[in-house]
């Protein structure tokens, strides 16, 4: 009996660390909205963990604010922003969330004027991991070097089909020659990478599964070829 593995990476979204630093999650709180789990600074704007699934809040305030403030006159540029979610079908709506890894350093938060609502020294953390997205299928969101990578934990007898979710807000979803998911946008293009798979046996013997991505009108899964 075998234990089935996915795993993949988003490898270009634009994450707000420097070179070869680790890409965190900052839980919430109570400082935002309930529907947000955690969130990932982006270089051009937000990317919130939730329940069901990501919504990734894409904005150019960043070259609205430097166009403002650089001492120079420039054509007035109007603040945009765009949002794609990606939804997992059929998921486990009361999903159990846990986290692990934690930063040394904290942030403070101290909006508006109820004391009740200001959270201070929440640590970033590392590892979330939604226990039973799926019934026996669990995901790991991990924060690696300028990554986040995603794993999928397959039980024994379960069915890997399961896992499938809809992207909302694309301009275009598709897959290159590589098998990277590609999913543009008005700011850039999300990348992920090709997933690959293997099981593991009760003595921990590993073994590669061929993977790939599938796209069916805007609904991604995985599929295993012979």
Known sequence: MRTLIIGYLIIAASFVFGQDESVWMRPNRGQWHENIQYRVGLASGEMYLEKQGFTYAFHNASEVYH?????????????????????????????????????ASYSNYFLGNDPLKWKSEIRDVGRVVYTNLYPSIDMEVRGTSN?????????????????????????????????????????????????????????????????????????????FPA
């Open 67 to 103: 166009k403002n403030h650089d001492g120079h006159k420039h054509r007035k540029v109007e603040l945009k922003g765009h949002a794609i979610k990606t939804r997992f079908i059929g998921s486990n709506t009361q999903v159990a969330l846990s986290e692990s890894d934690y930063s």
């Open 147 to 223: 990554h986040l990578k995603y794993s999928f934990t397959v039980g024994v007898g379960k069915n890997p089909s399961q896992i499938q979710f809809q992207v909302d807000g694309a301009k275009r979803i598709y897959l290159d020659e590589a098998g990277n998911l590609h999913t543009k946008h008005p700011f850039g293009e999300i990348i992920e990478s090709a997933p690959i798979a293997w099981t593991i046996s009760a003595t921990g013997q590993r073994t590669e599964v061929k993977v790939r991505f599938k796209i069916r009108n805007r609904t991604v899964s995985f599929e």
